[in-house]
């Protein structure tokens, strides 16, 4: 029945190097992960349930150390978002390092800031149609991303969205732009 994590709750534990993440969590508190240098796997059976925690900062996902994700003990490396996901959280997928692949869902409406944030084994990003707004940082350092459409409905992408992709070599920006910040590029 826990359905949060707390502020520091896993901090130091050094030796700590899987997690299993239950349905049932909704927010997990800053720096939970802190110092969790030996983990290297986040295990989960519901993406839907994962796309929709809220994390205070980077260090409260286990993800930021651990870089491989797993469903139902499957390691994920194409991510598809789930039609039941309306936006994709602040920090859901940082230094997700096992991602090659990401589809965005035609329900997702917003990725919120660092969303994707060092996931620098993706190559290959299709964002849904319904997407409006792309946050501050969501695929900072993603450097092996090639090719990416932003979609027609975006009317604003934030501060170093895109920085670091240094392997980008093809991209579309829709004619409703209103906003771009500094860096995005």
Not at 61 to 67: D, E, F, Y
Not at 75 to 83: D, G, N
Not at 92 to 99: D, E, G, P, R, S
Not at 125 to 134: F, Y
């Amino acid at each position: 029945n826990v359905a949060s994590i707390g502020v520091s709750a896993f901090c130091n534990c050094s030796s700590l190097s899987c997690i299993s993440i239950p349905d049932k969590i909704t927010v997990i508190g800053g720096g939970a992960f802190s110092g969790c240098d030996s983990l290297t796997r986040v295990d989960i059976s519901d993406l839907s349930a994962w796309c929709k925690i809220v994390y205070d900062n980077i260090s409260a996902n286990p993800l930021s150390k651990a870089g491989n994700l797993y469903l139902n003990n499957i390691k994920v490396t194409k991510l598809t978002i789930p039609s039941d996901v309306t936006r994709i959280n602040s920090y859901a997928f940082c230094n997700c390092n096992c991602l090659t692949d990401i589809t965005i869902s035609n329900k997702v409406t917003s990725i919120e800031d660092l969303a994707f944030y060092g996931c620098n084994n993706v190559t290959n990003v299709i964002i849904g149609n319904k997407v409006t707004s792309i946050g501050a940082s969501a695929f900072y350092g993603c450097s092996s991303l090639i090719s990416i459409t932003i979609p027609d409905l975006v009317t604003s992408i934030g501060d170093s969205a895109f920085y670091g992709c240094s392997s980008l070599t093809n991209f579309t920006i829709p004619n409703k732009i209103t906003s771009i910040e500094d860096g995005v590029f």
